[in-house]
């Protein structure tokens, strides 16, 4: 069916936060490798295909491996958050920060993380479909009755999130939201799956796909 040449095209930003020390790892996980790529890579190249710019990544512990591995990717840009330690919530308010300091102009934001290696292009997509058909300020991915990211945030709700404590995360916000009927999910059953022990990391590599954890 031909595009409505009467709607509006949807202008996303995305932030991807890529600051962790991956202490219970053992190693960056940014820097993992999926189908050929690393996480980090991967996130912003989905985050890319959709059609989402700027995309800001927040860099914290690796810096400089993390940001050497995306200097091929033109349509990124990196923003070290010199407070990574202190928690998610200071990750979301570099990136944020760093939006709103572009003066770029977007509809909403997609919040991501990079260790989920099952986001793709698909779901963003629906992410984003669901936002502009339902009218709602958020759109979360549930996954085990929880709603979490990857996550879009509508431009008005941007302030809560520069706000955010260091040590709080996009979470307080989504319930927030939630609770007001301003909030909507999708069903992400990969996201329960994401690395953070090496537990995880071989459980990964024993998938036979890589898709089914």
């Not at 980090?40 to 860099?59: F, K, W």
Request: aromatic fraction near 8%; hydrophobic fraction near 40%; charge should be negative.
């Amino acid at each position: 069916m031909p595009a409505d040449s009467n709607v509006k095209p949807l202008r996303l930003a995305a932030v991807i936060l890529a600051a962790g020390g991956s202490t219970r790892l053992g190693q960056p996980k940014q820097l993992l490798h999926f189908r050929g790529e690393s996480f980090v890579t991967r996130a912003a190249r989905v985050t890319n295909d959709v059609g989402c710019s700027p995309i800001v990544i927040v860099t914290g512990a690796s810096a400089p491996e993390v940001e050497g591995v995306l200097e091929p990717l033109p349509f990124t840009r990196t923003v070290f958050n010199p407070d990574w330690e202190t928690g998610m919530g200071s990750s979301i308010r570099a990136g944020i920060s760093a939006l709103l300091a572009d003066g770029a102009s977007f509809d909403a934001v997609l919040l991501l993380v990079c260790d989920q290696p099952l986001v793709s292009e698909a779901l963003l997509f629906h992410i984003s479909e669901t936002y502009r058909n339902s009218g709602k300020k958020v759109v979360a991915s549930e996954y085990n009755d929880i709603w979490g990211v990857p996550c879009l945030f509508d431009q008005d709700i941007l302030p809560e999130l520069a706000d955010l404590g260091a040590t709080g995360g996009a979470k307080s916000v989504i319930e927030r939201h939630r609770r007001a009927g301003d909030a909507i999910s999708i069903p992400f059953p990969g996201g329960v799956f994401d690395v953070d022990t090496p537990a995880d990391w071989e459980r990964w590599q024993e998938c036979k796909d890589n898709s089914s954890p």
